[in-house]
Structure formats: C-alpha cells, structure tokens
C-alpha cells in the first residue's frame, strides 16, 4: 500500500464486501480530528505564517514527527481546558465581589447573622428615594453602600417581621441572601480580590505555555499532513476485499503507467497476481488527460468546465492557441501584459504553487506573453498611445490598427476569428464523427454546416472586397443552398413520418441563429480591448489633471511627482486586477459556449488515485 | 426647435446629461449587485473564511458595469469637449445623439449589474458548499455580464459615430 500511495497511480474501487474495521481507521480519523482542532487553537497564539513555498519533505520524514506532535496537541488541548477553567473561576469570583460590595461596610461577621428567638433580621436592597418612606417603629435600620439602591440591615422582633416583610414588599425592596461564607463582607472581599491575582498569574503562566506549543505550529502542520496520509492509506484498506494472509485490489489505472504499477509491486513482493483489462461497457473509468508542458496549464481552464467524457475527446489542445490568442486580444496592452507576465513567474518562482492554482498562474503568465504581442499591434502601453511612446507620426502605431479610432475594421476582425474559432469546432466534430464510423452525423450535422455559413460569407463578400467575382457569389450561395437543403432532409433522419422529419429539419435549420448570435458573441473581445485601453488612458488623464493642478513651483513639482507615482501606480494594479479577472472568465466562456458547445463531450469524472494530498506541505 | 436652438449651449446640456446617465445608472447598478452579492458573501466567509479569495471574485463580477458606464461617460466628456481647454461646444442634434448614445450602457448596465448580482450571490452560496465548484459559479454569473458587454459595444459605436466639430 506504501509504495502505491507514493505512485499515486491507481484509483481504487469499492469491492462489494466491505471489510468489518478493526478500530485503526476510527483512530487515525481521530488522529487528525485532534490535530487538526489544536492547529485551529494554536493559530490564535502564534503569528501568521509567512508566505511562501510550500516545503518539501519525504513522507517517512513527515511520519515520524506524528508520536510527538500527537503528545503536543494533547496538552495544548488541555491547557486550554484548564485556561477556560480558570476563566471561569476569575468570572465566578467576580460576581461574587460584585454582589458583597454593598455590604462592604457591614461589620458583623457572615455566618453570626442568624435569627434567634425573637430577633429577625431582613436584609435587602432598596432605592435610595423609598428610604424616607419606611416607618417601621420598633426596629433597628443599618443602611449601607455609595450608590442609589442602598443595602440595608435591618433587626426585628419575630412577630414584626411578617409585616415589615409585606410592607418592604411594597417598595422597591429586594431581599438579599448572603452566601455561605466566614467572615465579614469586607474580609471576604479582600479574600477574593487575592485569589482572583493567583489565577489571573496562573492563567497567564498557561497563556504563555500555550505560546510556547504555538512556536511549534510548523511541526504540527506537517503531522496534520502525514495523518491525512496515513488515515487515506488505511481508508484504502478498508475498501479492500481480503481474508487473513491476501487481498484483492481493484482500481484504475493509466494503461501508460503499467509497467511502473507492475514494477512497484513487484520491488515489495513476489507472491502476486496481475490482471488487466479494458472497462467493461457499463462501467464508467474517471478520464484523464495527457497534453505537453505548454498545453498543460490549459487544462485547468477545460476542468473549470468539466472532464472530458472517457468515449469524447479533450478539447484542450485545440482551445489553447485560440485561449492564447484571445486572452491577448482582450487585455490588448502591452504594459499590463509586462506586469501579468512577470508577476506570475515570479509567484511560480518564489510561491511554487500546485494543482489549481499553479494551472491559472500558468495560464496568466502565458497570456501575459499573449498580451505583449497583441499590444503592439492593436494596443497600447499603460494606457498611453504608442506614438507618444515612440514619438512616431499618429498613424504609424499600433501595427494593425487602433480600435479607438477604427471601431469597425477591428469589430470585423473579432467577427472573423470567431466564425474561425466556431467552424474549428464544427471540423473537429467532423473528424471525431468520422472516427468514430458516425458518417450520416458527420455530413449531414456538421458538414453541411461548413457549407452553410462559408457559403454565406463567399456570397457576402463582394459586399465587403473590392474585385470578388460575381459568379464566386452564386457558387458560395449555391454551396450554402445545398448546406440547407441537406440539413432540412437529413437532420431529422431517424424519424419515420415524412411530415416530422421536414419539421425536424426546418427546427435545426432554424440554428443559423445560433451561428449568428455565437458570432456577436465575439463582439466581447472588441469591447474588453476598448476596455482596457480607455481606461488606463482616463486613469492617466485623471493623474495628470491633478498633477498639473498643483502649480508650477519646485517643491510642487515634487510633491506633485509623488502623488502622481503612487496614485498611477495604484489605480493601474486596480485596472489590472479587475482587466485581468475580465479577460481570463470571458475568454472562458467564449471557450466553453463558442467553442466546446460544437463537439465537447463533458461530463466525465475526475481521476483521484490514491497518493498523497497534504494541506501545508509538499510531499517528495 | 427654433427656440430651444436660442438657448447658447443647449447641446452640451444634452451631452452633459448623456454622460451622467451612461455613469451613473450603470454605476448605480453595479453597487445594489456588489451589494447583493456581498451580503451572501458575509454568511460564506463567517463559516469558511478561507473562501475569501472565491468569494471576492464573485462579489466583483457585477462591478464592471460601472466601469463600463465610467468610460462611455468618459468618452462622451471629451467629445463634447466638457474636459479640455477652449470649453465646450456641440450643437443641439450632436448634443442629443450623445445623450441617446448613452442609454444602452446606463440602461442595461443598470439592470444588468442588478441580476447579476444575483447569480452572483447564489454563486456564492454554491461556493459556500463545494468550493471546487467556484469555476462554475463565475461562468454562470458572466453569462449576465454578457449583455452589459454588448450594450458597451453599441454605445461606443453611436458615441463613435457622432461627427463633431
């Protein structure tokens, strides 16, 4: 189990017999549960952890911190229950004080105040303003304490009291009754007052051992991780079906990583049995992809939307170049795209992130590089005109054109790389229908669609370009004629009755639609390019009015310099952060709606092998 | 007409107005759908405060309207010459188109920003419950955003397509 964990190669299933647990798996649970309570109690006590990489360890390494870590949790776990006790000990005492302090100049002793034969005593509190209207002739009245509502004492005969009680009743009175305590009021005060100074020392000595547990946080982050591993191991094994000396283990694994499950297996033990075979029709074996180091990051923007389907194909490979090239086209200048570029190698560099996280910084670093390129071309530098960068005549930059002034050349443009990007799709399809010997779909859903919207544009064009010839038109239009008499005859062919199936036909024509309002889709890149540019250039007309507001003399000049640093400076990481969380979710979804919506299989399920999955470290 | 055209510089009231509105409603929007989504964000983040990031990005999702109200109001400012030196001046037709020019985008980015707001909280509900989820939740709430990106696009065009000077 130890060495497939650390080849992290092989998904188990379930076998049907679960086996009865014997308890480990319960306290390895339990293992975590408690490092995990004492991480969260600790991380009061200690400071932040300081950014970073995560560090690296072997996995034997990271086990053998558990025992004492373990013993480490267990008594910050109990200093913490002695430090709520003795909290509550200080509250006790507290309310106690609170409640004697009117009394305190009472001078008989607690327990003497008892009644006799004919004297009864009534103690209470009353209202300062009811004092004059007590009348109570033949009683002896001790009144005491500094705020309004007085503590009173008050010595009757026994055959008053019943009266007196009544008529105190009336008033604001409230009987008081004297804890059980020895001494007077005042002494017991006293008492109190210096019990409370003990605890309040040993509450401040467990703070302080609580302090010192903290400084060993680190430690026992890294137990948290290598319970994790070990309770995951031992989960595995309760999925097992297996009798005293053997088990059988069943998973999935990657038909390329054959040989290096068969090796591991095989370091441990010779006494074995291998067996391989296809997943049967009714089963359904989690997808994984395999794609280059370029691509790679890109299949975090496909995971987003789902797993390809095990019978589908990833659609990654294909996504990437048009995600590269609209990323840049969106953010479209070049100074941002140096700051996304170079903030994110140097977060790769410095953070070495993993999983998710890893794949969007890669992503963005590339679509920095992205929008470098497409800068020069359609954009501008922070916001500024590229000739007043270079000092060039207006007109010479950008490259292509600038979209400020020209909206519709470049609207086009968008338009165009959209019917591109959507008929890439629709080839994709082709080839993956034609794969899979699927002939009738590939001609007749997707094909015929090819023909359909080239031929329009072919019989659109003389409209736009200069020279076309007209007889080039009536061929597109005939092409796109015969595009939509194949979809009206054929696209509802697995229906019998001839009147359903021209229905059926005219509905999925009717998806020409879709084709056009995909298009207008694109229309996002033109706006999010505009975007940018627009407002990185108010942000530096906005700076500059301020800065210019601020006169003419030396040391204005200076102050002026500073405030326009910091504020451009500010402004454009807002611009950039809000530009970049634009580009990145509409470049997205021009991916999964345009794109994938024409041949991508989702739904598929996401391999997890069995491996190592620590929260704060990284495990060799 | 005649007397409405007497009055000096009635077209940069216009103009003046068109800026306001593409700004300001849009950017009224956008801070009810900040808002909304922000109260949900609360809840998460009061159980799971590591969620923070996640739900951050939700909450901003409906914020770029006023960004975009901001800059065809911009746009409009300096066309109508209401920032730059030598003050400004546009004729009554220009003045009226810019105003008309600014309702797509202070309009929709209005109602827009509102009901993505929305999704955007539900978003973040769904967040609050499966965090490896979050990517879905931004998709759905851009879905929203498409039409405020849509309503920029004929805005700057019309503002674009009005001559002046």
Known sequence: ?620 | MEGIQAIPNIGVVFATLGAALAAGLAGAGSAMGVSIAGQAGGGVISEEPEKFGMVLVLQLLPGTQGIYGLLIAFIIAVKAGLLGAGGPFVTLEQGLSLLYAAIPVGFTGFISAIYQGKVAASGIGLVGKRGEEAGKAIILTVMVETYAVLALLISFLLVNGVQVG
């Open chain 1, 1 to 620: 189990m130890h060495a497939l964990q650390r080849l992290a190669a092989i998904e188990l299933i379930s076998s049907a017999e679960a086996r009865p647990t014997d308890g480990t798996l319960e306290k390895l649970e339990e293992n975590v549960q408690h490092l995990h309570s004492s991480i969260a109690l600790l991380s009061c006590y200690s400071e932040k952890p300081r950014m970073g990489p995560k560090p690296e360890f072997e996995e034997g390494e990271l086990a053998g911190c558990l025992p004492t870590s373990l013993e480490l949790s267990e008594s910050a776990e109990r200093l913490e229950r002695e430090l709520a006790s003795a909290r509550a000990e200080i509250d006790k005492r507290c309310a106690l004080i609170e409640s004697l302090s009117p009394w305190e100049g009472l001078n008989s002793r607690i327990e003497q105040l008892q009644p006799t034969n004919n004297v009864r005593f009534i103690y209470g509190l009353l209202e300062q303003a009811d004092l004059d209207k007590l009348s109570f002739s033949d009683a002896a009245i001790e009144v005491f304490g500094e705020t309004h509502r007085k503590a009173m004492l008050i010595a009757c005969h026994a055959e008053d009291y019943e009266a007196y009680l009544r008529e105190l009743k009336g008033l604001s009175f409230s009987e008081y009754e004297f804890p059980k305590l020895i001494g007077t009021p005042l002494e017991n005060i006293k008492r109190l007052e210096s019990e409370i100074t003990d605890i309040k020392s040993s509450e401040k000595r467990i703070i302080s051992s609580l302090n010192d547990c903290a400084s060993e946080l680190t430690q026992l982050r890294h137990a948290f991780d290598a319970a994790i591993i070990a309770r995951d191991r031992e989960a595995a094994k309760a999925r097992l079906s297996a009798t005293s000396t053997s088990f059988i283990l069943e998973g999935w694994m990657r038909s390329d990583e054959k040989d290096k499950v068969f090796s591991a297996i095989s370091a441990i033990t010779d006494v074995f049995y291998f067996e391989e075979r296809d997943p049967l029709d009714d089963e359904e074996p989690p997808s994984v992809v395999k794609n280059n180091k370029l691509i790679k990051p890109f299949e975090t923007v496909t995971n987003l939307y789902s797993r390809p389907s095990p019978s589908g194909i990833d659609g990654t490979p294909y996504m990437t170049p048009f995600y590269f090239l609209f990323f840049g086209m969106m953010l479209s200048d070049t100074g941002y795209g140096l700051v996304l570029f170079l903030g994110c190698l140097l977060f790769l560099k410095f953070m070495k992130p993993s999983g998710m996280t890893e794949g969007i910084a890669k992503v963005l670093c590339l679509g920095g590089i992205s929008t470098i390129i497409c800068g020069f071309f359609i954009g501008t530098f922070f916001g500024m005109d590229w000739n007043d960068v270079f000092g060039t005549p207006a007109g010479t930059w950008p490259i292509l054109f600038d979209p400020m002034n020209q909206p519709m050349p470049m609207l086009y443009l968008c338009f165009g790389l959209g019917l591109f990007h959507m008929l890439s799709g629709v080839c994709i399809n082709i080839w993956r229908t034609l794969k899979s010997r699927d002939y009738a779909a590939a001609l007749f859903d997707n094909f015929s669609w090819l023909m359909i919207v080239l031929g329009l544009l072919v019989f659109g064009s003389p409209s736009l370009i200069e020279g076309v010839p007209p007889a080039l038109a009536k061929a597109g239009l005939a092409a796109a004629a015969l595009g939509g008499v194949l979809v009206l005859v054929f696209a509802g062919r697995d229906k019998k009755n001839i009147l359903k199936r021209a229905i059926s036909g005219a509905g999925k024509l009717y998806d020409i639609s879709g084709y056009l309002s995909d298009m207008l889709s694109y229309a996002r890149v033109f706006a999010l390019a505009l975007s940018t540019g627009v407002i990185a250039s108010v942000m530096n007309m906005l700076v500059g009015m301020i800065g210019a507001s601020l006169g003419g003399t030396v040391i204005g000049k200076i102050i002026g310099f500073i405030i326009m640093a910091a504020l451009l400076t500010f402004l454009h990481a807002f611009s950039i952060g809000i530009n970049v969380l634009g580009c990145f979710v509409h470049c997205a979804r021009l991916q999964y709606v345009e794109f994938y919506g024409r041949f991508y299989d989702a739904g598929g399920r996401q391999f997890i092998p069995l491996g190592y999955y620590p929260r704060f470290v990284k495990v060799k």
